[in-house]
């Protein structure tokens, strides 16, 4: 267990930030996303579509 543990702080996993910045893009676009659906009625519709789109490719995605 502990070589295993030695393994994972060399190859520096744990301190490994930069996939970070791109979720809080993500996260960021996603509230501006439900803020625009919130506030005209007739946008949510297209946003729910794209929400839609996205998701199906990334399930298409986790399933190959």
């Keep these: ?3 295993l543990i030695g393994k994972i702080m ?3 996993i744990v301190t490994d930030t930069r996939g970070q ?3 809080e893009y993500a ?3 996603g509230f ?3 803020a625009a659906g919130a506030l005209m009625p007739s946008v949510s ?3 729910s ?3 839609s789109k996205i998701s199906s490719v990334m399930t298409a995605a986790a399933a190959s």
């Design 1 to 3: 267990m502990k070589n």
């Design 10 to 12: 060399r190859l520096k």
């Design 21 to 23: 910045d791109l979720i």
């Design 27 to 29: 996260l960021m676009a």
């Design 32 to 34: 501006v996303a439900v």
């Design 45 to 47: 519709s297209s946003i």
């Design 49 to 51: 579509t794209v929400f």
